[in-house]
């Protein structure tokens, strides 16, 4: 028996979102006047709520499903992006002192917001239900008793109310926070343009954070080494490296009109991603240059950001260039069964309901025989379905194809299919088998010509 669940009325969204943005604007235009203490003193609460009430207002509107209305959203993330990229800009003016730009900006946010969000109270209201039933009727005639309309059969008013109200009770999945690497690699440009494409179609915010080098034991409470001391001179610049990096990052991502940050971190580079990308959705590395990547280390640093990070990790490819229309255009879903691909098809919803082909490729072999490839398209499919992905279904043998190499059947079918990205679950065996005898983890992780989405 499907449980009951008693439909959002769209009234209240519209209400809400209303009532919000009024709220929003009497807060903006009386900052906009305060005196300059307490202007200081609340610009950073007023960005946090400006922010927080775009990404609201986008999650509505994603979630009406109304044809007009998702057309008009990834515009309007776009928009949302310069507003916030405008004020995250302007939040280090103001902690200098410096107030003239900022006010500017408050003080015509005001007229911007009511124009920037016309086509949401125009698209919403379109997914209001009509008003069924006579028309409503005034002193005697309202007081005589009319007949009971006939009531429709039950199976007929439960898809009525399905198809009236089709607001999900689950929020959509989204990036909202990606982490990128900086560093003064010859490969950092591609891989923070990647990222900064994808902050800006998702309208998330971008991190761009460049450690230093050494271990955070050294420096727990960050770096600060008083000038013209031993230990200044040792580590003064392997600081202004990371500075120099950050600046390159800060560079791209302006360029791009994304929200960004920066973080310089007194911390090894792979152990200090790792801990960052707890507060991240997405965490966004380079692929393994042998040329440039320390010798002495058992694990490479998207190995060890993979194994040792909460979230899921896109790896770029050496010597990619990223398209202006960004990447996951064609994505290709590796599926074997286990909880990794699991985890892969989950973490990665937010780039399937974005890509114009999604394929899921199954490779029949000892670990997922053939039988239970057939078994399990029809719960996967449905799974993606709910989500609103659109997904076809590849099998293929890779012993008799491939001679059981799962790495490179993979990279193979990736290439036949055209795909721009692969996503797949990764170190499913024991770490200690796939780093000494590989795996394909491995071979993606080397060989991948094309950006891969890695969870763990």
């Known amino acids: ?121 125009l698209a919403l209201p379109h997914r209001l239900p009509a008003p069924s039933g006579p028309p409503r009727m005034r002193g005697r005639a309202a007081r005589t008793p009319r007949p009971a309309p006939p009531r429709p059969p039950r199976r007929a008013r439960e898809r009525s109310e399905s198809e009236r109200f089709a607001f999900p009770m689950e929020v959509p999945m989204s990036l909202q926070s990606i982490l990128v690497h900086a560093d003064l690699s010859r490969h950092a440009p591609a891989r923070i343009h990647a990222a900064a494409l994808l902050a800006r179609e998702h309208g998330a915010h971008l991190l761009g954070a460049a450690m230093m080098g050494v271990s955070r034991a050294i420096f727990p409470d960050g770096y600060q080494e008083r000038p013209g001391s031993l230990s200044a001179a040792c580590f003064d610049p392997l600081a202004e490296n990371a500075r120099l990096a950050l600046e390159r990052f800060e560079a791209i991502a302006s360029a791009r009109g994304v929200p960004y940050d920066t973080r310089l971190v007194p911390d090894d580079a792979d152990d200090g991603l790792a801990m960052l990308s707890r507060f991240a959705d997405l965490v966004v590395v380079s692929q393994d240059d042998p040329d440039e990547s320390v010798s002495d280390r058992v694990l490479r640093m998207p190995d060890y950001v993979i194994l040792n990070s909460p979230r899921p990790v896109l790896v770029i490819p050496r010597g990619a260039a990223m398209p202006e229309a960004g990447l996951g255009r064609r994505i290709m879903l590796a599926w074997d069964g286990s909880r990794e691909a699991a985890a892969a098809m989950g973490a990665s919803v937010p780039l399937l309901r974005r890509a114009d082909a999604v394929t899921v490729a199954m490779l029949s072999g000892p670990a997922l025989p053939a039988d239970d490839c057939a078994a399990q398209q029809d719960e996967l499919l449905g799974f993606l379905g709910r989500h609103r992905v659109r997904a076809d279904v590849l099998v293929r043998d890779c012993v008799a194809g491939y001679g059981g190499d799962t790495g490179h059947a993979l990279l193979s079918v990736a290439d036949e299919l055209g795909a721009d990205l692969l996503v797949m679950g990764c170190y499913g065996h024991s770490r200690l088998r796939e780093l000494c005898l590989g795996g394909a983890s491995r071979t993606v992780l080397a060989e991948a010509r094309i950006p891969a989405l890695l969870v763990h």
Do not use: W
Request: hydrophobic share 40%.
């Open 1 to 121: 028996m499907t449980p009951h669940r008693p439909p959002i009325q769209p009234p209240a969204y519209t209400a809400a979102l209303r009532h919000a943005r009024r709220q929003l604007c009497l807060h903006l235009s009386r900052t906009a006047g305060a005196p300059d203490e307490r202007f200081a003193r609340d610009y950073a609460d007023i960005v946090a709520e400006v922010e927080a009430h775009l990404r609201h207002e986008e999650t509505v509107m994603e979630a009406c499903r109304v044809k007009r209305v998702e057309e008009r959203v990834h515009e309007q993330r776009q928009e949302n992006a310069a507003i916030l990229s405008a004020l995250h800009h302007t939040l280090p003016q103001v902690e200098r002192g410096r107030f003239e730009t900022a006010r500017q900006l408050v003080a015509a946010l005001t007229d911007i917001l009511s124009l920037h969000r016309i086509s949401a109270d």
